[in-house]
């Protein structure tokens, strides 16, 4: 995995916690310019993460064959588990400890949906949501990992092309029908057709090494986000975010070699599932005792980052290893003893 793309992994996690940290210490209401920049840009980070997400799925399947089925148990045994533990936390938070989520319900049916990426009413009345709220983002991923799925079944040469039919078929063509949730007409939905690209113009090479050139295309898509509405999605937030993501695969030189950046990228995931059950006790902690936020924001940084680390470890890899050792074929230890 490009060192890069997981340092712009994590700042895009981090850029979505601060997003969340506005609306639940402020109620998106601004103390200052930085405050309003994260009320209005910080969702961003979704966009980075599913321009990233579509590089990363092409690069990982482009030069081994995968079984569509494989390929689709790798994605759920990397996804699943962390994703239930923190709905099942929330869940339980909301049932037993209400006041750190006065806005939230829980429907058993709407959880039992929530947890099989199935989107539908929040029963909060604030849209499709599932229990984990920023769970939304991944009923996006469940239906890009399905097409991919598909499109493994075609040479990599078209796979761009597949899935970019597939999308457009769910997202325009059935969702008018009925058969798919109007949830997935969104042309955000597009932006891991991005990813792809990119992926595919870094194996060819036409992604060269720079350092102000990518800088100064940094600064052009900050400026662009900064600058544009985030709708249409695509165009204005999600075109800046590939050239974000094309920018640091150019200056992968620089930081190929650091731990601290593949570790934060690393643990990216479990900060973004994580960090709004951490904020909700935060925001109730400083409202009730008449902390100062930005004291209490320091204190749930620090949490987020630990705890985000401790689930990666523990959770993420752990799980991950287990569940994919189970349908891995393993070597026939007859065979191995006659080698030696």
């Given at each position: 995995?490009?060192?890069?793309?997981?340092?712009?992994?994590?700042?895009?996690?981090?850029?979505?916690?601060?997003?969340?940290?506005?609306?639940?210490?402020?109620?998106?209401?601004?103390?200052?310019?930085?405050?309003?920049?994260?009320?209005?840009?910080?969702?961003?980070?979704?966009?980075?993460?599913?321009?990233?997400?579509?590089?990363?799925?092409?690069?990982s399947?482009?030069?081994?064959?995968?079984?569509?089925?494989?390929?689709?148990?790798?994605?759920?045994?990397?996804?699943?588990?962390?994703?239930?533990l923190?709905?099942?936390?929330?869940?339980?938070?909301?049932?037993?400890?209400?006041?750190?989520?006065?806005?939230?319900?829980?429907?058993?049916?709407?959880?039992?949906?929530?947890?099989?990426?199935?989107?539908?009413?929040?029963?909060?009345g604030?849209?499709?949501?599932p229990?984990?709220?920023?769970?939304?983002?991944?009923?996006?991923?469940?239906?890009?990992?399905?097409?991919?799925?598909?499109?493994?079944?075609?040479?990599?040469?078209?796979?761009?092309?597949?899935?970019?039919?597939?999308?457009?078929?769910?997202?325009?063509?059935?969702?008018g029908?009925?058969?798919?949730?109007?949830?997935?007409?969104?042309?955000?939905?597009y932006?891991?057709?991005?990813?792809?690209?990119?992926?595919?113009?870094?194996?060819?090479?036409?992604?060269?090494?720079?350092?102000?050139?990518?800088?100064?295309?940094?600064?052009?898509?900050?400026?662009?986000?900064?600058?544009?509405?985030?709708?249409?999605?695509?165009?204005?937030?999600?075109?800046?975010?590939?050239?974000?993501?094309?920018?640091?695969?150019?200056?992968?030189?620089?930081?190929?070699?650091?731990?601290?950046?593949?570790?934060?990228?690393?643990?990216?995931?479990?900060?973004?599932?994580?960090?709004?059950?951490?904020?909700?006790?935060?925001?109730?902690?400083?409202?009730?005792?008449?902390?100062?936020?930005?004291?209490?924001?320091?204190?749930?940084?620090?949490?987020?980052?630990?705890?985000?680390?401790?689930?990666?470890?523990?959770?993420?890899?752990?799980?991950?290893?287990?569940?994919?050792?189970?349908?891995?074929?393993?070597?026939?230890?007859?065979?191995?003893r006659?080698?030696?």
């Open positions: 995995m490009l060192i890069s793309v997981q340092a712009l992994r994590a700042l895009a996690a981090w850029t979505v916690v601060c997003h969340h940290f506005m609306q639940i210490f402020f109620d998106f209401k601004a103390r200052g310019p930085i405050g309003q920049l994260f009320i209005d840009k910080g969702a961003v980070g979704v966009d980075i993460f599913f321009v990233i997400s579509g590089l990363v799925i092409f690069l399947t482009e030069s081994k064959p995968l079984p569509p089925a494989r390929f689709l148990l790798y994605r759920l045994f990397r996804i699943v588990p962390a994703y239930w923190y709905t099942l936390l929330m869940a339980l938070l909301v049932v037993f400890a209400q006041p750190l989520l006065p806005d939230q319900t829980v429907d058993w049916a709407h959880l039992l949906l929530s947890l099989v990426f199935i989107p539908t009413e929040n029963p909060g604030y849209g499709i949501y229990t984990l709220n920023v769970g939304w983002t991944l009923n996006y991923e469940m239906l890009f990992y399905v097409l991919f799925a598909w499109a493994l079944l075609f040479r990599l040469q078209v796979r761009l092309l597949v899935v970019a039919a597939l999308l457009f078929a769910v997202s325009q063509a059935w969702t029908f009925g058969w798919i949730s109007e949830f997935y007409r969104s042309d955000i939905v932006e891991f057709l991005l990813g792809i690209g990119i992926g595919m113009l870094y194996r060819r090479g036409w992604i060269g090494t720079g350092l102000w050139l990518p800088l100064l295309a940094i600064g052009a898509a900050l400026l662009m986000i900064y600058h544009l509405a985030p709708a249409p999605r695509l165009l204005n937030w999600g075109v800046p975010s590939a050239v974000l993501v094309m920018a640091c695969i150019s200056l992968e030189r620089y930081v190929e070699r650091s731990h601290v950046l593949k570790l934060l990228g690393d643990c990216s995931y479990s900060v973004y599932l994580m960090h709004v059950l951490v904020l909700s006790a935060g925001g109730f902690i400083a409202q009730r005792y008449a902390i100062n936020p930005y004291l209490m924001f320091v204190v749930c940084a620090l949490a987020i980052g630990v705890g985000s680390w401790l689930s990666y470890e523990w959770v993420e890899k752990r799980s991950y290893h287990w569940l994919k050792a189970q349908i891995d074929e393993k070597p026939d230890k007859n065979l191995s006659q080698k030696y």
